[in-house]
């Protein structure tokens, strides 16, 4: 009966580490989840890749975090629209911001962040034309000068980079 008994439990056991939700033990005395070791054919393994989904949620969180950077500059601290390096103050604000944010939401991939950045960069050169299609939009989140000073520096559809702009011929 005894030895019927223990080979039931060690099938038990036998089952549940195989089992694939198994993923961790509980220490009966701390509490604390210990992770179950990785066997040698899941160590090498190469990282899924990303749906798209997820990489244009990156880069509209860095996008994100680089208009709030610049809204930050512009009405809180109150520096000119386009000082010198100010690209790159807004830039480093920006993805700052984003790995944050993006740390919270589970962005935490190399990948990811690269992504945000590049959403970052590609919003800070090309936020000007969105001021072109919709200025009294701008104007109420930003301020009117903002925008006329935008309107008088850039040119719709085009690249603004560091106070010269790069006008796109389709």
Not at 77 to 106: D, H, K, Q, T
Not at 145 to 160: D, H, K, M, R, W
Request: charged share 15%; aromatic share 8%.
């Amino acid at each position: 009966m005894h030895k019927q008994q223990g080979l039931h439990t060690f099938q038990q056991r036998v089952a549940r580490i195989n089992d694939p939700r198994f993923t961790h033990v509980v220490d009966p005395e701390s509490g604390m989840k210990i992770p179950r070791r990785l066997g040698r054919d899941q160590v090498g393994r190469k990282a899924k890749p990303q749906p798209m989904a997820v990489l244009f949620m990156a880069a509209l969180l860095g996008a994100i975090c680089l208009m709030f950077a610049r809204y930050l500059r512009m009405e809180v601290i109150n520096v000119e629209p386009y000082f010198p390096n100010g690209m790159i103050a807004e830039l480093s604000m920006a993805c700052m911001a984003a790995i944050v944010i993006g740390g919270f939401m589970r962005m935490q991939n190399l990948r990811l962040v690269g992504v945000q950045a590049v959403g970052a960069l590609v919003c800070a050169v090309t936020m000007h034309n969105a001021v072109w299609v919709a200025p009294d939009q701008f104007a109420t989140v930003f301020s009117q000068g903002y925008v006329n000073q935008i309107l008088a520096q850039t040119e719709p559809l085009s690249i603004f980079v560091n106070g010269t702009s790069f006008t796109l011929t389709i």
